[in-house]
């Protein structure tokens, strides 16, 4: 599989992480395993965090490495700090101030779960929350996230392929497209009751994906980063990583995914069409309407504003894998 055999491009994990995390880290790897979930039954997201990086071998994690290419550019490629990457959130049912997620989701219960997987599909499922992370293998990947507002990291998600979980599903020749959405839970997320709070989104948050993107094997779902299960504010218990797109596709806390034949409706396109479109793949030559996406920047170990600004890349650094999924489309006009 294209993500198993990391090219002589490709960077290697002791390159982006700094050498002493690395070396600790290769020695808890060869003893990685995961206790299943229910021996640490918990509610809520935060008081429910697995560490699967210390906890008894049972699952094994395949070997790591980095999935983005080579970035001559970026005169700092370490990993974002976990501090920043649970703390500098978008998740707007949980507010739409950059801090106010990891404020106002601690209570977020995601035990029990389901996520239903179902539509134009012959055996559809419903998952509870431990088969979330005993279904499938888990691997570590690390990835660059960039957003549609022009900041990135680099942030090693743990998760397994979507195209192995709707593969399971056995979807039939009218599944054309995959439908993601979020939970609605007012009671719960305060920014889906009060419309201010939320941002002006149509809730639930609602995304979209062609059926080969979905299937494509760098399309993650993922159940946990810096070895530990999500934290709330990042989407628990289950999210979707999407790298070679802007952040908004990689949607949060899903309930459901529903195979279908058109195109489906998506949050941001919804709300400014002109801005934010279906495809939204990572583009610096194609600006956002009010603002450039030529440059962004990348969030690192310095202080949370500190600048450190590196040219975008397209496909956020993933084309040899996805450009092809493109091939003879006009991608300013499908954005
Ligand atoms: N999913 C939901 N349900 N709600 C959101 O507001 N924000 C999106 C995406 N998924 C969002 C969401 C945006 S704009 C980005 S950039 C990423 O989540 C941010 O993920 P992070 O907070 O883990 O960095």
Redesign the pocket.
Known sequence: MLIKTPKSSDLKESEVTPENVYLNRRDLLKSLGFLGAGALLANSASANAIDWFSQEEKVKFKTTSLKYQADANSNNLSLTPESK??T??????FG?QKQQ?AELSQSFKVNPWQLTISGECDKPITLDYDDLTTMFALEERIYR?R???AWS?N?PWIGFSLADLLKKVSPNSSAKYVFFE??HDPVQMP?QANRRLG?G?AY??V?GLRIDEAMNPLTLMSVG?YGKTLPP???API??VVPWK?????????VSIKLVSEQPQT??HKLAANEYGFYANVNPEHDHPRWSQASERHITSGGLFSRNRINTLPFNGYGEQVAHLYKGMDLRKYY
């Open positions: 990457v649970t500098h959130n978008n998740f707007y049912e739409a997620p996230l957003c549609v507002e990291m942030i979020t939970l920014g941002g989104i639930p948050y995304e980063l504010q990042n989407g999210r979707l802007y952040g908004f596709k990689s949607i949060k806390s899903i949050t941001w």
